[in-house]
């Protein structure tokens, strides 16, 4: 099926309604527990999406491990991490995602990157590095470890994700949200302070960051994700993502008086540039097979981003 107008609208949405997700959280974090947030979060995405999907009771155990791994310890840590710097600077870090997926399925699933896809990770790297050498960033670096290990741990969940058999996105999403709240409600009990507190104070700008994070980011941004994934392939419909982080700036600037830097134009047009290397080469990672087979891991790791619940995340 070809792409129409309602499409290439449709492509935009999602990369706007996932990057200003950045944005929200961001906001919602300076007056709110981010763990505790996430909680809030997740209980509304499953209250609103489990009813539309079955109990995948054979996999419910994986799924949980799933929740742990791609969703609270990837909450946890992102979102400490964007405390600590820019919106913007935080959409572009979570990129590496696509370069760590790589890179894990070159270690664990036995894929073959190709010479393009190498090359791409190592843009994406040095393009990071450019962004963190900025003056607003370069002392954040514990911020920054924080996001760059919920990009990894976005990544290990994403392999996990692949050993699931005979379930639909909706369903992993759905599911993972339900295991992910009374999670994240622990982990805030034991690592964050003032839950009460921040819950009698929260004004309407947490509250909207919730409703937003679980019914726009979630719910309908990734009905729209579905949509396009069942009306294109993958390859064509994966660049969309690009897009995020160049929302989540524009959001920053304008909406949390954010600071948009030389250090930050620079090093997120290599970042995006390597990353759509690697999205964009149809041949990024070949399975050695007896009969010389191939997969097109465009369009695995687009199905696999599908899957991702924040985000970014």
């Known amino acids: 099926m070809r792409f129409e107008a309602r ?15 950045i944005v929200f959280a961001k906001a919602a974090i300076e007056h709110f527990p981010p763990m505790l ?32 791994i791609s969703g609270t310890l990837q909450f946890a840590l ?11 600077v935080t959409a572009l870090i979570t990129q590496l995602e696509v370069p760590f997926l790589v890179l894990l399925g070159f270690l664990f699933l036995g894929e073959n990157p190709s010479l393009r896809t190498w090359v791409g990770i190592v843009i994406s ?13 370069s002392g954040a670096w514990l911020s920054i470890a924080l996001v ?5 741990s976005w990544a290990v969940g994403q392999v996990m994700v692949r050993a699931l058999k005979d379930i639909d996105g909706l369903t992993v999403v759905a599911w993972v949200a339900v295991f992910a709240a009374p999670q994240l409600f622990i982990s805030s009990a034991i690592f964050e302070t003032g839950q009460l507190e921040a819950i009698q104070s929260a004004g309407w700008i947490v509250w909207a960051a919730v409703i937003y994070l679980g019914l726009v980011m979630t719910a309908l941004g990734y009905g729209m994700w579905y949509t396009l994934l069942r009306r294109h392939p993958v390859g064509k419909v994966a660049p969309f993502i690009l897009l995020l ?6 959001g920053g600037v304008l909406f949390l008086g954010e600071n948009l830097t ?13 990353v759509a290397y690697v999205s964009m080469d149809k041949n990024s990672s070949k399975k050695p097979t007896p009969e010389n087979k191939s997969s097109d891991f465009v369009e695995e790791e687009g199905g696999i981003k599908s899957e991702k ?5």
Request: no cysteine.
């Open 7 to 21: 499409d290439y609208l449709m492509g935009v949405a999602v990369a706007l309604t996932w990057g200003m997700g």
């Open 37 to 68: 947030l996430m909680a809030f979060r997740s209980v509304l995405t499953a209250l609103v999406l489990i009813w539309f999907t079955r109990i995948p009771i054979k996999s419910l155990g994986n799924i949980f491990a799933i929740a742990a």
């Open 78 to 88: 992102t979102l400490n991490g964007l405390k600590g710097i820019d919106a913007g």
């Open 125 to 137: 790297f040095v393009g990071v590095f450019i962004v963190t050498g900025a003056p607003e960033v």
């Open 148 to 152: 760059i290990g919920g990009a990894m």
């Open 245 to 250: 982080p160049v929302f989540s700036i524009t």
């Open 262 to 274: 030389l250090f930050t134009i620079l090093g997120g047009l290599i970042v995006i540039g390597g």
């Open 309 to 313: 619940i924040l985000a970014h995340n």
